[in-house]
Nanobody
């Protein structure tokens, strides 16, 4: 089966850190662009960060620049999102998803991404 499994969410106090993981099964993660998205209650799903195949391009939403870092471990076929200095606006379900091509990182439209992980909940308490 081709699938993504996201994990690492939890409850954290404002100012704290979490690292999300997204493990890929059935395909090679480095062959694709991959992004992190989040969806807060009552809001649309938004792109948080993305990285192109070969890691030549990286995208961060303005709201997370300087606080979040995306990376991937090719040996583990896993994507990570290190989240520091979390605040209540970061509370959401976080999803990872793969897409094809570098251009999709420019817009981070959820519809341009194919395979999706199941989501992991991040709750930041103030």
């Amino acid at each position: 089966d081709v699938q993504l499994q996201a994990s690492g969410g939890g409850l954290v106090q404002a100012g704290g850190s979490l690292r999300l993981s997204c493990a890929a099964f059935g395909f090679t993660l480095d062959d694709y662009a991959i992004g992190w998205f989040r969806q807060a209650p009552g809001k649309e799903r938004e792109g948080v960060s993305g990285i192109s195949s070969g890691d030549s391009a990286i995208y961060y939403a303005e709201s997370v620049k300087g606080r979040f870092t995306i990376s991937r471990d090719k040996s583990k076929n896993t994507l990570y999102l290190q989240m520091n200095r979390l605040n209540s606006d970061d509370t959401a379900v976080y999803y990872c998803a793969v897409g094809v091509g570098m251009k999709i990182l420019a817009t981070m439209r959820p519809g341009d991404f194919g395979i999706w992980g199941q989501g992991t909940l991040v709750t930041v308490s103030s």
